[in-house]
């Protein structure tokens, strides 16, 4: 019921007069009247930084993810995403979550391999270079990183893979050697080892400055996926992508447990539905969009190819030296999560 005396659509309001005030505390009084006999019904916010564009498949598919929360929870918990580095840098963002600075965010996992090693192990090159191996390779390994991650106050929320890595150079490459003294972008130690091993010149960027660091010659090569190569539009600079499917690198987006255990149980199911929604839709979408950023990759002028023999031959030497260091480093835990991988095969 509409009280008599409040202002209709396209009607004037008139000065409050006596009785104009006293309509407006009856009005005020009734919608009082009305929340107190609705039960409170708390909305709460999370901010969601990531290190990507609007426009990369991890972003999109997070913000499907917070669309999906927002609609299953009727609003009661909103997620705002932060893309490409705005709110916080991409190697600031699980520092960020652990201390509750940001009740959630996306990471690289392999940039923290540093930390632990198996925060690294999707990285380790030829390990797993398949979206079929790379999904053996999540599942191995899930249990002992949720402890990990555990262990900081972190919760896991899902995992999204990038499509399988291959090697941009200004340069055409027959062999490794070729790779010797070129100015390499190091994201994470996996890809710095690799510079090493490669004797290429290792220089640290991260993603949201790649654009600019190729576009003023501070890189010269880097291997990642073709939706860095399409995203950062190395093809302005670099020339050449060979397709080395050397790895499939996860993002991971996480929570703050307390941030988490502060949800009603409710809302908490409604977050981990959304979650495994958003697993498993950011698989697809990366496989779907591997082939989109390839063909236009070429389509903007690059040259694509598979390795020679030789470069594969050099690749595969530099991955069984990484795999065999990542196994002396990972120690039982590492033995035994690739026990697992191997046994799913």
Request: charged residues 20%.
């Amino acid at each position: 019921m509409t009280p008599a005396c409040l202002t209709l659509p396209g009607h004037p309001a008139h000065p409050l007069t006596h009785l104009a005030r006293a309509c407006a505390l009856s009005v005020w009084m009734a919608v009082l009247a009305f929340a107190i006999s609705v039960p409170a019904r708390a909305q709460t916010h999370w901010d969601l930084p990531t290190g990507y564009p609007l426009s990369n498949f991890h972003t999109v598919n997070i913000e499907l993810f917070s669309k999906d929360v927002d609609h299953a929870t009727a609003g009661q918990l909103k997620i705002t995403v932060h893309p490409n580095a705005s709110l916080l840098k991409m190697p600031e963002i699980k520092r960020g979550v652990q201390t509750a600075q940001v009740p959630a965010g996306e990471i690289l996992l392999s940039s923290h391999a540093n930390e632990d090693p198996l925060f690294g192990l999707d990285s380790v090159p030829f390990l797993a270079t398949s979206y079929a191996d790379a999904a053996r390779l999540m599942r191995a390994s899930r249990p002992a990183l949720e402890k990990k991650l555990a262990s900081q106050g972190i919760r896991l929320l899902f995992q999204t893979p990038w499509p399988p890595q291959g090697i941009f150079s200004a340069k055409p490459l027959t062999s490794a050697a070729d790779l010797k003294g070129l100015k390499w972008r190091a994201y994470n130690p996996a890809t710095a080892r690799i510079a090493e091993l490669l004797s290429a010149q290792p220089v640290t960027i991260q993603a949201a400055e790649l654009s600019q660091a190729l576009a003023t010659g501070v890189v010269q090569s880097y291997i990642s996926s073709s939706a860095t190569g399409y995203d950062t539009k190395t093809f302005e600079s670099l020339k050449y992508f060979y397709d080395t499917k050397a790895w499939l690198p996860r993002n991971a987006v996480l929570v703050n447990q307390r941030a988490f255990d502060a949800l009603s149980p409710a809302v908490q199911k409604a977050v981990l539905t959304a979650a495994s929604d958003a697993e498993q839709r950011g698989w697809a979408l990366s496989m779907e969009k591997d082939r989109w950023y390839t063909e236009q990759l070429a389509a903007k002028g690059m040259q694509v190819a598979a390795p020679s023999a030789q470069l594969k031959a050099d690749l595969a030497k530099v991955g069984e030296i990484m795999t065999a260091e990542w196994v002396k480093t990972a120690g039982a835990v590492g033995d035994t999560v690739l026990r697992d991988y191997r046994a799913s095969h």
